[in-house]
């Protein structure tokens, strides 16, 4: 990568780093938002769909699992994947070893600045896993505010709602 080069670690609490061009997120907004992704061994998202967007695969070492069409697909080095908007789909690293690919999100809307927005939340310590009433909160506010981007299916998207409502009556922001 350029050095130009930004890292946004989301590891905390999905296993991966991503490398990406150090442009403003706003600048990326009717543009592909494509980076490098370091899947850690044990990452893993949960079931979600991008509204507006597909999203595409390109595995430059290691194996990614990746769940589309109601089972896991194992992507491995030189293979790729794409996903089309609306599908619901997961990722995770059932290795040992750090997964390295290109991953694609067209237009890239928000995207990037969700996940530097989720990286915020973690180094403030607001959230700290996938469970758990306080990150809970956060996480439900942060699908809310990046809804054209991402909506998680599992947890059911109710509920991700319901987290919110009950963070914004106890007044927590991201």
Not at 15 to 38: I, S
Not at 54 to 63: C, F, H, R
Not at 114 to 134: A, C, D, F, P
Not at 137 to 154: A, C, T
Request: net charge negative; charged share 20%.
């Amino acid at each position: 990568m350029s050095e130009l080069t930004k890292v946004i670690d989301v590891s905390a609490l999905l296993g991966v780093k991503v490398f990406c061009n150090n442009v403003a997120a706003e600048e990326l907004l009717d543009k592909p938002f494509t980076a490098e992704a370091h899947y850690s061994p044990g990452a893993s998202s949960f079931h979600h769909i991008h509204p507006m967007q597909d999203e595409s695969y390109q595995v430059l070492s290691g194996t990614l699992d990746l769940f589309l069409d109601n089972q896991w697909h194992k992507v491995e080095s030189g293979q790729s994947i794409s996903i089309p908007k609306g599908k619901v789909h997961a990722f995770r690293n059932s290795t040992n070893e750090i997964t390295k690919t290109v991953n694609t999100h067209n237009p890239g809307l928000r995207f990037q600045e969700s996940l530097e927005v989720m990286q915020k939340l973690i180094q403030e310590g607001k959230v700290t896993n996938m469970t758990g009433l306080r990150s809970g909160i956060y996480l439900g506010l942060h699908s809310l505010e990046f809804s054209n981007e991402v909506i998680p299916v599992q947890p059911p998207y109710w509920f991700i709602k319901l987290m919110a409502s009950i963070g914004k009556l106890l007044g927590y922001k991201i």
